[in-house]
C-alpha cells in the first residue's frame, strides 16, 4: 500500500468530531455522565476541574440517557463540571517477553522498582472465544513436582484446575510451590484482592528467585478500585494468551477467582444489577465460564490455568465453589483437619479429583492410584475405632493391609515446600507404600 492509500484509510477512520460529556453525579463507586456517545467496555478519560492528571475509565452501563463508568484510578478532583472525552477504543494489555521476571499492576505497570518496561505489543483485554471445534485433546500429562498431584491428581497440558481452601490452610504455599516447580515454560501470576504485604511474602517465601525468573507477577491489592481487581484477571489471561501464541507452555495462576467474584459482585451492585444467593450478581456467573474457556490448548501452545478459589466458612458448596466446579476440569480441596495435624500440602485426596485422569495416566498408573484412594477411604473410615484402639488386628484382613499402607502413603503424600518430587520417583514410592502394606499385613 502507497502512501497516499495509507493517508486515505487513516483519514476514514479517524473521527471527525470529538465526543465528550460532563458528569452529573457520582455514588462512591460510579460516575454517571451526560453523554458522551460510548459503548459498553470503552475507555473514557474523566479530567478533573483543578489541574490533576486525567483519570481513565470505563463505560459499564448506561441509565435512562445517561453513561454509568466506574473510574481506574482516583477521583480526588472530579466534581460536576469535569468532562468526560470517549477515546473511541476498548481497553488493551501491553505485552512483551520483557515481562518475565517482572512485578507489575493491573496495567503492566512496573511495581518492583527496576526501570521501566519496553512493551511492544497490545492484545485485547477480552478475546474472542476459541472455537470449540479448533480446540486440541489434552493427552500429555504437566509435571508439577508436586506428589500429591502427580500421583493422584494427575493434570494434562491445557487443563483448568481449581484450588479450593479456607483461610490458612496453605493455599499460597500450594500456588507457590507449583508455580515453582511445574514443568512449563511460562508462569503468570495474578494476585487479586491480596494485602499488599501478601504479595511481597508470596514472591519473597512461596515463589523465590527461581520461581520469579520464568513468571510474570501481576498484584491488583485490595485498596485498589473494584474496576482495578477485575480488570488484572482478564489482563493475566491476555499476557498468557500472548505467550501461548510464541509456542509456550504457560502455567496461569489466579489466586484468588473468588477476590474477582466479589470485585465484579460491587460493580454488579453499583451499576443496579438484581443481587442473587449470597449477594451475588448475575454477571458474575456469566463471567466465570468465560474466564475459564480461554485457556487449554490452542495452536502452537498451551494455557494451563490454576484458580484458587477461596472458600467462605469452609462451606465447599457456597455459591463460587459450586459454580466453579461445574466450570473446571478437576478441583483440589485442601483440609483444614491434615493442615492442623502438620500434613502439608492439605490436600484431601478423597475429595479432590481430577477429570482428566484416566485419559493421561497409563493403566498401571491409574490402578495404582486407584488404590491408594481405596487405602486412604478405607482407614478413613475406620480412623475413629482405630484410634480409639477398638479395632484388633485380624479382624479384617482389607483393613490390616490399610493400616499397615496408610503411613507410608502419608509420607509420600507429605511434602515440604522447596522441595520438588520428580513424577516417576513419587509414583514408584507410591507403588512400594501399597505393594509393602499388603506384604505386611
Given at each position: 500500500?502507497?502512501?497516499?492509500?495509507?493517508?486515505?484509510?487513516?483519514i476514514?477512520?479517524?473521527?471527525m468530531?470529538r465526543?465528550?460529556?460532563?458528569?452529573?453525579?457520582?455514588?462512591?463507586?460510579?460516575?454517571?455522565?451526560q453523554?458522551?456517545?460510548?459503548?459498553?467496555?470503552?475507555?473514557?478519560?474523566?479530567?478533573?476541574?483543578?489541574?490533576?492528571?486525567?483519570?481513565?475509565?470505563?463505560v459499564?452501563?448506561?441509565?435512562?440517557?445517561?453513561?454509568?463508568?466506574?473510574?481506574?484510578?482516583?477521583?480526588?478532583?472530579?466534581?460536576g463540571?469535569?468532562?468526560?472525552?470517549?477515546?473511541?477504543r476498548?481497553l488493551?494489555?501491553?505485552?512483551?517477553?520483557?515481562?518475565l521476571?517482572?512485578?507489575?499492576?493491573?496495567?503492566?505497570?512496573?511495581?518492583?522498582?527496576?526501570?521501566?518496561?519496553?512493551?511492544?505489543?497490545?492484545?485485547?483485554?477480552h478475546?474472542?472465544?476459541?472455537?470449540p471445534?479448533?480446540?486440541?485433546?489434552?493427552?500429555?500429562?504437566?509435571?508439577?513436582?508436586?506428589?500429591?498431584?502427580?500421583?493422584?491428581?494427575?493434570?494434562?497440558?491445557?487443563?483448568?484446575m481449581?484450588?479450593?481452601a479456607?483461610?490458612?490452610?496453605?493455599?499460597?504455599?500450594?500456588?507457590?510451590?507449583?508455580?515453582?516447580?511445574v514443568?512449563?515454560?511460562?508462569?503468570?501470576l495474578?494476585?487479586?484482592?491480596?494485602?499488599?504485604?501478601?504479595?511481597?511474602?508470596?514472591?519473597?517465601?512461596?515463589?523465590?528467585?527461581?520461581?520469579?525468573?520464568?513468571?510474570?507477577?501481576?498484584?491488583a491489592?485490595?485498596?485498589?478500585?473494584a474496576?482495578?481487581?477485575?480488570?488484572?484477571?482478564?489482563?493475566?489471561?491476555a499476557?498468557a494468551?500472548?505467550?501461548?501464541?510464541?509456542?509456550?507452555?504457560?502455567?496461569?495462576?489466579?489466586?484468588?477467582?473468588?477476590?474477582?467474584?466479589?470485585?465484579?459482585?460491587?460493580i454488579?451492585?453499583?451499576i443496579?444489577?438484581?443481587?442473587?444467593?449470597?449477594?451475588?450478581?448475575?454477571?458474575?456467573?456469566?463471567?466465570?465460564?468465560?474466564?475459564?474457556?480461554?485457556c487449554?490448548?490452542?495452536?502452537?501452545?498451551?494455557?494451563?490455568?490454576?484458580?484458587?478459589?477461596?472458600?467462605e466458612?469452609?462451606?465447599?458448596?457456597?455459591?463460587?465453589?459450586?459454580h466453579?466446579?461445574?466450570?473446571?476440569?478437576?478441583?483440589?480441596?485442601l483440609?483444614?483437619?491434615?493442615?492442623?495435624?502438620?500434613?502439608?500440602?492439605?490436600?484431601?485426596?478423597?475429595?479432590?479429583?481430577?477429570?482428566?485422569?484416566?485419559?493421561?495416566?497409563?493403566?498401571?498408573?491409574?490402578?495404582?492410584?486407584?488404590?491408594?484412594?481405596?487405602?486412604l477411604?478405607?482407614?478413613?473410615g475406620?480412623?475413629?475405632m482405630?484410634?480409639?484402639?477398638?479395632?484388633q488386628?485380624?479382624?479384617?484382613?482389607?483393613?490390616?493391609?490399610?493400616?499397615?499402607?496408610h503411613?507410608?502413603?502419608?509420607?509420600?503424600?507429605?511434602?515440604?515446600?522447596g522441595?520438588?518430587?520428580?513424577?516417576?520417583?513419587?509414583?514408584?514410592?507410591?507403588?512400594?507404600?501399597i505393594?509393602?502394606?499388603?506384604?505386611?499385613a
Open positions: 500500500m502507497n502512501l497516499q492509500a495509507r493517508l486515505q484509510s487513516a476514514a477512520r479517524t473521527e468530531y465526543r465528550q460529556g460532563h458528569v452529573v453525579a457520582f455514588n462512591g463507586l460510579v460516575i454517571e455522565a453523554g458522551p456517545d460510548a459503548n459498553i467496555g470503552e475507555l473514557c478519560e474523566i479530567m478533573p476541574g483543578d489541574g490533576r492528571s486525567i483519570v481513565p475509565g470505563e459499564v452501563g448506561f441509565s435512562k440517557e445517561h453513561v454509568l463508568l466506574m473510574p481506574y484510578g482516583d477521583v480526588g478532583g472530579i466534581s463540571r469535569s468532562m468526560i472525552r470517549a477515546t473511541g476498548p488493551d494489555v501491553p505485552v512483551g517477553d520483557a515481562l521476571g517482572r512485578v507489575v499492576d493491573a496495567f503492566s505497570r512496573p511495581l518492583d522498582g527496576r526501570g521501566p518496561l519496553a512493551l511492544p505489543g497490545r492484545y485485547p483485554l478475546a474472542a472465544p476459541i472455537n471445534m479448533h480446540r486440541q485433546g489434552i493427552d500429555e500429562v504437566l509435571e508439577t513436582g508436586v506428589a500429591a498431584i502427580d500421583c493422584l491428581l494427575t493434570l494434562g497440558r491445557g487443563q483448568r481449581g484450588v479450593f479456607g483461610s490458612g490452610v496453605g493455599k499460597s504455599t500450594l500456588l507457590g510451590m507449583l508455580a515453582r516447580h514443568q512449563a515454560d511460562a508462569i503468570v495474578c494476585l487479586v484482592g491480596e494485602r499488599g504485604r501478601e504479595v511481597g511474602d508470596f514472591i519473597r517465601d512461596s515463589l523465590g528467585e527461581e520461581g520469579l525468573r520464568r513468571a510474570v507477577v501481576m498484584a491489592t485490595a485498596d485498589q478500585p474496576l482495578v481487581r477485575t480488570h488484572a484477571v482478564h489482563a493475566s489471561h499476557i494468551e500472548y505467550f501461548r501464541d510464541q509456542g509456550k507452555s504457560v502455567l496461569l495462576v489466579v489466586d484468588s477467582i473468588t477476590r474477582f467474584a466479589m470485585a465484579q459482585r460491587e454488579g451492585l453499583a443496579g444489577e438484581p443481587p442473587t444467593f449470597r449477594g451475588y450478581t448475575p454477571s458474575v456467573f456469566s463471567w466465570l465460564p468465560r474466564i475459564a474457556e480461554r487449554g490448548r490452542h495452536g502452537k501452545g498451551e494455557i494451563t490455568a490454576i484458580y484458587s478459589v477461596l472458600v466458612g469452609d462451606d465447599m458448596n457456597e455459591p463460587i465453589a459450586d466453579m466446579r461445574a466450570v473446571l476440569d478437576g478441583h483440589i480441596v483440609s483444614r483437619e491434615l493442615a492442623q495435624r502438620g500434613h502439608l500440602p492439605a490436600i484431601d485426596v478423597l475429595q479432590s479429583a481430577s477429570r482428566l485422569l484416566n485419559a493421561l495416566a497409563s493403566p498401571e498408573e491409574l490402578a495404582c492410584a486407584l488404590e491408594a484412594r481405596r487405602i477411604a478405607q482407614y478413613d475406620a480412623r475413629d482405630i484410634e480409639l484402639g477398638a479395632y488386628k485380624g479382624s479384617n484382613a482389607s483393613l490390616d493391609a490399610a493400616i499397615q499402607a503411613a507410608d502413603l502419608s509420607d509420600v503424600l507429605r511434602q515440604a515446600p522441595i520438588a518430587v520428580p513424577r516417576v520417583m513419587a509414583l514408584q514410592k507410591l507403588a512400594t507404600a505393594a509393602a502394606g499388603a506384604g505386611n
